[in-house]
């Protein structure tokens, strides 16, 4: 079992920046991948970005060249920095964990959330 609590959410304008991170406890030697979604009221959850303990990352196409994922494996944490920030980047955004057990089976886990309100 992994538990995920996510911080680094707030009001920003426009164009600036905000640091979210991820601390993960628990089974953490299970985890495979980390990655960060987000969520608005009425829509689905989306990938943001994700990375796998090897450094392989993935962006959705809506932040690439602006967000950038990182992982500290020694300290069991994930971070995503959002530069140039725009208004549709307003979100709950989610911390994700997948780990795989010794049978080879998948199982995700999730933070609580932290609320990113970007301003025009």
């Known amino acids: 079992q992994v538990q995920l609590v996510e911080s680094g959410g707030g009001l920003v304008q426009a164009g600036g920046s905000l640091r979210l991170s991820c601390a993960a406890s628990g089974s953490t030697r299970s985890i495979n991948g980390m990655g960060w979604y987000r969520q608005a009221p009425g829509k689905q959850r989306g990938l943001v970005a994700s990375?796998?303990?090897?450094?392989?990352?993935n962006y959705a196409d809506s932040v690439k060249g602006r967000f950038t994922i990182s992982r500290d494996n020694a300290k069991n944490m994930v971070y995503l920095q959002m530069n140039s920030l725009k208004p549709e980047d307003t979100d709950v955004y989610y911390c994700n964990s997948r780990t795989i057990d010794v049978a080879g089976e998948l199982m995700d886990y999730w933070g609580k959330g932290t609320l990113v309100t970007v301003s025009s």
């Open positions: 990375i796998r303990a090897g450094g392989t990352t």
